[in-house]
C-alpha cells in the first residue's frame, strides 16, 4: 500500500487542528481529507472530521458508502488490501498514523478493533484474552498476566459465565459471548480506541442489548467507533453520528440532531427511508 | 431545516403519514363546524343546534382516541426518525388541542342551553360572533400550516391571537358595564363571559397548533423564531 502524504491538507481544511469547543470533549483522532483509492477506483472522498475521546461515534450509510473502509483508515488495516492507497491525513493523539516509520503492530494494540463475526482464535478462552498482552510485552510475570485477562473479561461483562472454564476453547461460547470475548481480546491491550464493525449483526436482540450495555460501559474508558446498519443501534448507543453516502461524509453532528433533526437531505432521506 | 420530498420505499409507511396527515385535517374540519355551530346556537338561543354540537363533540373525541393509536402503533411499528418522528409526535399534540378546541364548543353548547331569554342587546351577541368568526379564521389558518408551512404566514397567526385577545378584554368590559347597568342581566352576561373565554381560549389552541406545524417542518421553536425576528427589526 502506498500512503500518500500531503502536509498541506490540514492547513487548508478550516478548522483543522482548532481545539474542541468549551464542554466537548477533546478530539482523540483527527482526519483531514483522507481519500481511499482501490486501485483505479476511488472509495472514499476528502474525509474529515473529529473523532471525540471518551464517547462513541456511530458511522452509518448504505452499504458500499465507504465507512467500513474508512474505519479500516483509523489503524491501518487498509494496509493488508492489495492495491489499495490511502492520502490524506489521520491523526491519533495528533501523531500522524501513516508515518511510515510507525509500527503498525502497536498502532493496533493503541487501536483495537472489533468485527461483525465473532473471530476468537482456536484456542482456550484465557488464552484469546492473554496473546495480545503477552505479544506486546505488556507484562513481567503470570500474576499480571492473570490480572490484565481477569480484569479485560470483567470490563466485556464475560467474566462471571466463563471464570470457571477459562481453559475451555473460546469457539465454544455462544455468539453474544463469543462477541464479547472479542471485546475483552481488544480491550486487553489497554487501547485508547476501539472500532467496531457492525459488532451486533449476528447476534440475537439480547446478546446485542448486552453489548450495547457494555459499549455504554466502555465509552468512560475508550474512544469509541462504531459502523452499524442499524440506525436504532446507532440511535441508542453514540453520542456523535456521521453519516457517508456514496465515499463521502455528508453529516456529523450530535446523535439527537441527527435523528430528530438532520441538516442534509441525503441524512433525512436515508435515515427515515426514503428514496435518495 | 430538511423537508422530505421523496417517498418512503415501504409504501404503506408513506401510505400511514397520509393517513395521519388527512386525520388531522377531517378532526379540523370536525371541530371548525362545532365551533361554528355553537356560536349559532348561542346568538340565535337554538337550544336544538347546541344538543347536536354537545353530541357531536363525543364524535372528535372519539377521532382523537383514532388519532394516538394510530400514532402509538406507528411508533411502535415503523421506530419513525427525523421529520417523521416530528410528524407522529406532534400530531399527537395538534389532536390534543383540536380536542380541546372541541371541548371550548361543548362548553359554549351547554351554556346556551343555561341562556333563557333575549333581552340581552343583540349588539353583544355580534361580539361574541365577531371574535368566533376570528378564532374560526385563526384554526383554519392553522390547519393549513399542518398540510403546507408557510413561516410568514404561521407568525402572522400567532401575532394575530393578540388581536383575539384584545377582542375578549374588550368584550369583557362591554359585559361588566351591561351587568352593572341592570342586574338582571348578570346571569345571562355571565354566560357570554365564559362563551368569550372559551373562544379566547380555542384561539391559544390554534396558537399551539400553529407552533407544532412549525415544529414539524423544521424541528425548531416557533416562539424563538418570532423572538429572533423582533431583534432583527
Given amino acids: 500500500m502506498d500512503i500518500v502524504q500531503d502536509q498541506t491538507a490540514a492547513a487548508t481544511v478550516p478548522g483543522a487542528s482548532t481545539p474542541a469547543p468549551a464542554g466537548e470533549p477533546a478530539a482523540r483522532v483527527v482526519t483531514r481529507d483522507v481519500s481511499v483509492f482501490y486501485g483505479q477506483k476511488q472509495a472514499l472522498f476528502d474525509v474529515s472530521i473529529d473523532i471525540p475521546d471518551r464517547s462513541v461515534t456511530s458511522f452509518i450509510g448504505p452499504s458500499g458508502c465507504g465507512k467500513s473502509t474508512f474505519l479500516r483508515c483509523i489503524n491501518r488495516m487498509n494496509d493488508t488490501i492489495d492495491g489499495c492507497r490511502v492520502s490524506g491525513i489521520v491523526e491519533l493523539d495528533g501523531e500522524d498514523i501513516n508515518r511510515p516509520d510507525l509500527d503498525v503492530v502497536e498502532l493496533r494494540a493503541r487501536v483495537g478493533m472489533v468485527f461483525q463475526k465473532p473471530n476468537p482464535f482456536p484456542k482456550s478462552i484465557y488464552q484469546n484474552v492473554a496473546y495480545g498482552p503477552r505479544i506486546h510485552g505488556m507484562t513481567r510475570n503470570k500474576a499480571e498476566l492473570d490480572e490484565i485477562v481477569v480484569t479485560s473479561l470483567k470490563r466485556a461483562g464475560l467474566f462471571e459465565e466463563v471464570k470457571d472454564r477459562l481453559d475451555q476453547p473460546g469457539t465454544g461460547l455462544s455468539g453474544g459471548q463469543q462477541q464479547r470475548l472479542c471485546i475483552a481480546r481488544?480491550?486487553?491491550?489497554?487501547?485508547?480506541?476501539?472500532?467496531?464493525?457492525?459488532?451486533?449483526?449476528?447476534?440475537?436482540?439480547?446478546?446485542?442489548?448486552?453489548?450495547?450495555?457494555?459499549?455504554?460501559?466502555l465509552r468512560e474508558n475508550f474512544t469509541i467507533v462504531i459502523v452499524t446498519h442499524s440506525m436504532q443501534q446507532a440511535a441508542r448507543v453514540?453520542?456523535?453520528?456521521?453519516?457517508?453516502?456514496?465515499?463521502?461524509?455528508?453529516?456529523?453532528?450530535?446523535?439527537?440532531?441527527?435523528?430528530?433533526?438532520?441538516?442534509?437531505?441525503?441524512?433525512?432521506?436515508?435515515?427515515?427511508?426514503?428514496?435518495? | 431545516m430538511v423537508q422530505h420530498r421523496s417517498e418512503h420505499i415501504v409504501s404503506s409507511y408513506e401510505e400511514e403519514l397520509t393517513h395521519l396527515t388527512r386525520h388531522i385535517i377531517e378532526m379540523g374540519g370536525m371541530v371548525e363546524q362545532a365551533i361554528n355551530e355553537a356560536t349559532s346556537a348561542l346568538v340565535r338561543v337554538d337550544h336544538d343546534l347546541a344538543q347536536i354540537v354537545i353530541q357531536n363533540d363525543k364524535d372528535i373525541d372519539k377521532k382523537q382516541r383514532g388519532l394516538d393509536e394510530m400514532a402509538v402503533s406507528m411508533i411502535a411499528r415503523r421506530q419513525p426518525m427525523a421529520s417523521d418522528l416530528r410528524r407522529i409526535v406532534a400530531s399527537i399534540h395538534v389532536a390534543t388541542d383540536l380536542e380541546r378546541i372541541g371541548d371550548m364548543a361543548k362548553s359554549i353548547a351547554r351554556r346556551t342551553l343555561q341562556i333563557s331569554d333575549q333581552h340581552i342587546s343583540p349588539q353583544l351577541y355580534s361580539g361574541v360572533r365577531h371574535m368566533s368568526d376570528l378564532v374560526l379564521t385563526q384554526v383554519s389558518a392553522a390547519l393549513q400550516n399542518v398540510t403546507a408551512l408557510e413561516v410568514d404566514e404561521a407568525i402572522r397567526i400567532c401575532e394575530k391571537d393578540e388581536e383575539v385577545d384584545a377582542l375578549y378584554m374588550s368584550l369583557f368590559r362591554e359585559f361588566l358595564t351591561y351587568m352593572m347597568e341592570d342586574p338582571r342581566n348578570i346571569?345571562?352576561?355571565?354566560?357570554?363571559?365564559?362563551?368569550?373565554?372559551?373562544?379566547?381560549?380555542?384561539?391559544?389552541h390554534a396558537t399551539n397548533i400553529v407552533e407544532a406545524a412549525y415544529y414539524i417542518q423544521t424541528g425548531a421553536n416557533l416562539i424563538d423564531e418570532i423572538e429572533i425576528r423582533k431583534e432583527r427589526r
Avoid at chain 2, 187 to 204: I, S, V, W, Y
Fill in chain 1, 238 to 276: 453514540s453520542q456523535k453520528t456521521a453519516f457517508f453516502h456514496l465515499g463521502k461524509l455528508i453529516e456529523t453532528g450530535d446523535t439527537e440532531q441527527i435523528f430528530t433533526n438532520p441538516r442534509h437531505e441525503k441524512t433525512q432521506d436515508y435515515i427515515t427511508g426514503r428514496f435518495g
Fill in chain 1, 186 to 217: 481488544a480491550i486487553a491491550t489497554r487501547p485508547e480506541v476501539l472500532l467496531m464493525d457492525e459488532p451486533c449483526s449476528a447476534l440475537d436482540p439480547i446478546a446485542t442489548a448486552i453489548i450495547e450495555e457494555l459499549i455504554d460501559e
Fill in chain 2, 187 to 204: 346571569t345571562d352576561c355571565t354566560h357570554l363571559l365564559f362563551c368569550a373565554k372559551n373562544l379566547e381560549r380555542a384561539g391559544d
